[in-house]
């Protein structure tokens, strides 16, 4: 079955950038559209955007558009976030989900990436 | 956006018990509604999608209802491994919002 499998935890300075990776396995990457989404301490889940890597189409929540890229690694079957620009309130656990079929349900997801933004 | 309100904010049961979630979307959203599961730790897990179907795999003591924008998630018979966070999302129109989340308490 597929698994996503995200890189391990990041502690950044504010203003610099980090890139979380999202490996796949166990089905057709050209076939997924990977959805990004995070979750700050104790709170809810927020979506962030999306990508289909086949097409390199992406779309972004308006308050992330700007300062968050999507790309992805075919040859890899590897999804990538950025966030640039980061800011305290950027600390949060990021993770990456399989949309699935018309539904556009998420299924299955990352174990998460804590990306701690820190003087 | 479609905001999504989700209620209560917590929820106290014991095991047996049944138990449900609500969550009212601000628009119409066409029954285009999943339902996710979070436990500490861990990354949420899909229960319910297109506001009734059970994801494969998940105990059928979880079902999921709609009527209109109104929509409801019901536990029968909550085990100790359902104390654990839940959220609604809509997949109907991007961004995909997701509910403030229910914490089931013991």
């Known amino acids: 079955q597929v698994q996503l499998v995200q890189s391990g935890a990041e502690v950044k300075k504010p203003g610099s950038s980090v890139k979380v990776s999202c490996k796949a396995s166990?089905?057709?990457?050209?076939?997924?559209?990977i959805s990004w989404v995070r979750q700050a301490p104790g709170q809810g889940l927020e979506w962030m955007g999306q990508?289909?890597?086949?097409?390199?189409?992406?779309k972004y929540a308006q308050r992330f558009q700007g300062r968050v890229t999507f790309t992805a690694d075919e040859s890899t079957t590897t999804a990538y976030m950025e966030v640039s620009s980061l800011r305290s309130d950027d600390t949060a656990i990021y993770y990456c989900?399989?949309?699935?079929?018309?539904?556009?349900?998420?299924?299955?997801w990352g174990q998460g990436t804590l990306v701690t933004v820190s003087t | 956006d479609i905001q999504m309100t989700q209620s209560p904010s917590s929820l106290s049961a014991s095991v047996g018990d049944r138990v449900t979630v609500t969550c009212r979307a601000s628009?119409?959203?066409?029954?285009?509604l999943n339902w996710y599961q979070q436990t500490p730790g861990k990354a949420p897990n899909l229960l319910i999608y297109?506001?009734?179907n059970l994801q494969t795999g998940v105990p059928s003591r979880f079902s999921g209802s709609a009527s209109g924008t109104d929509f409801s998630l019901t536990i029968s018979g909550v085990q100790p491994e359902d104390f654990a966070t839940y959220y609604c999302?809509?997949?109907?129109?991007?961004?995909?919002?997701f509910g403030q989340g229910t914490k089931l308490e013991i």
């Open positions: 999302q809509q997949s109907f129109v991007m961004p995909y919002t």
């Open positions: 990508i289909i890597p086949v097409f390199r189409s992406t």
């Open positions: 166990g089905g057709d990457f050209n076939t997924f559209t």
């Open positions: 989900a399989r949309k699935i079929d018309h539904w556009n349900r998420s299924d299955p």
């Open positions: 628009g119409n959203i066409d029954n285009y």
């Open positions: 297109a506001a009734s």
